[in-house]
């Protein structure tokens, strides 16, 4: 299994651009998650999705979009790239509620 | 609503000493509580969970923690520290619903030879 992987590992935007970083897992699990690492503050979570089709707000959703098709893949979509959204992005899943939860190893983006 | 602190943002031990790292939690319901590690550049990983079984959890990498419920604490010890530990930790919380984990700030351990 290749676990959570996660596209691409670095990225710069410009002010204004939009983008798309993928997450994909191979375990069948059902949840995913989105967070933004920014430093001294921990990880924060954007949304979550407990199965296909099923997509909800995390603490800081706000400039973020999200999409479930199918249960391996879970994209985060960036509209309007702003500074505030420099960061390491982790996407993560498991299978059922209090599972261990398994993480990517991060997309860092800058937005200048 | 739930939520986590996590005493000292930067902790440093001697090689060979004790680690100790706080964790205090907020929560509606019963929580369950989890310890996870990140080396440089790289995601986080389990180190160990409580899921209302033994009060004493033992992970990986000699490290345990005990959730002492009156304290509403979930505390990370490891008895004699290794170079190889030193690393960001994270404790997390249970969201209510159980689908989701709310993390604390985290904790960076330097150890020193």
């Known amino acids: 299994n290749a676990g959570v992987t996660q596209t691409p590992k670095f990225r710069i935007l410009k002010i204004g651009q939009s983008m798309t970083l993928q997450c994909a897992q191979d375990?069948?699990?059902?949840?995913m998650y989105w967070y933004r690492q920014d430093p001294g503050m921990g990880l924060k979570l954007i949304y979550y999705?407990?199965?296909?089709?099923?997509?909800d707000k995390g603490e800081v959703p706000n400039g973020y979009n999200v999409s479930r098709s199918t249960t391996e893949d879970f994209p985060l979509r960036l509209e309007l790239a702003a500074p505030s959204q420099t960061s390491v992005y982790f996407c993560?899943?498991?299978?059922?509620?209090?599972?261990?939860?398994?993480f990517g190893p991060g997309t860092r983006l800058t937005v200048l | 609503a739930q939520s986590v602190t996590q005493l000292g943002s930067h902790v440093s031990v001697s090689e060979g000493a004790l680690v100790l790292l706080r964790c205090n939690y907020s929560?509606?319901?019963?929580?369950?509580l989890f310890w996870y590690v990140q080396y440089p550049n790289q995601g986080l990983q389990l180190l160990l969970k409580?899921?209302?079984?033994?009060?004493l959890v033992k992970g990986i990498n000699g490290f345990e923690a005990e959730f002492k419920k009156s304290e509403t604490s979930f505390h990370l010890t490891k008895p004699s520290a290794h170079m190889s530990d030193a690393a960001e930790y994270f404790c997390?919380?249970?969201?209510?619903?159980?689908?989701?984990?709310?993390f604390g700030a985290g904790t960076r351990l330097a150890v020193h030879p």
């Open positions: 993560a899943s498991r299978y059922r509620t209090l599972d261990t939860q398994y």
């Open positions: 929560s509606s319901v019963p929580p369950y």
């Open positions: 375990m069948n699990h059902n949840y």
């Open positions: 409580y899921t209302s079984a033994a009060t």
């Open positions: 999705s407990v199965g296909a089709g099923i997509t």
């Open positions: 997390a919380v249970s969201g209510e619903g159980y689908n989701k984990l709310i």
